[in-house]
């Protein structure tokens, strides 16, 4: 192998790369109406040719993307490492509290993530770093080298992660 291999990129956007979620966010001392989307989501995975010619089956990688959207959907997804955020177990209910606003809400509808703030960047985040994990556990990050992840909350608005994937 040469130096500087070449680089090759295979891209996903499938319709099941999809999921339906209500979330807030926090900025500027302030905490969004809880609200809902339609988020859409994109994989880019970026890296060295296999032996089959390939950085990583397109098949594979929209069947793991796909996993993980199903478990945020038609969810409250909630940031749980947030410094602004307030999340408390009460029974079979999470009370979720900041900057003056109180929701109680279901605990078995609620996702709650390891992400700051539930922003479309942090989601594209956490999905990146659960399809990362999801590939090294399949085996099928041979060549992988770089993963982005992008997710759309509202009409050509995607908030976007790239992600260095270590051998």
């Known amino acids: 192998m040469s130096p500087n291999p070449e680089r090759f990129a295979v891209r996903v956007d499938p319709g099941e790369l999809h999921f339906n979620a209500a979330h807030f966010i926090t900025f500027g001392g302030t905490c969004e109406n809880l609200h809902g989307h339609n988020f859409h989501v994109r994989v880019e995975a970026v890296g060295r ?23 945020l959907h038609d969810r409250v997804l909630l940031p749980g490492e947030s410094r602004e955020v307030a999340i408390t177990p009460e029974g079979d209910a999470l009370r979720v509290e900041s900057h003056g606003r109180r929701f109680v809400l279901p605990a ?41 992840v992008a997710v759309e909350e509202a009409d050509r608005q995607w908030g976007v992660c790239r992600r260095e994937v270590a051998p």
């Open 49 to 71: 040719n296999t032996g089959d010619a390939f950085v990583l089956d397109f098949v594979e990688l929209t069947r793991l993307a796909a996993a993980i959207c199903r478990t």
């Open 108 to 148: 078995d509808s609620c996702r709650v993530l390891p992400v700051s703030n539930a922003t479309a960047e942090m989601l594209a985040w956490h999905i990146g770093g659960e399809l990362i994990r999801a590939l090294r556990e399949a085996g099928s990050n041979r060549g992988l080298e770089t993963l982005e």
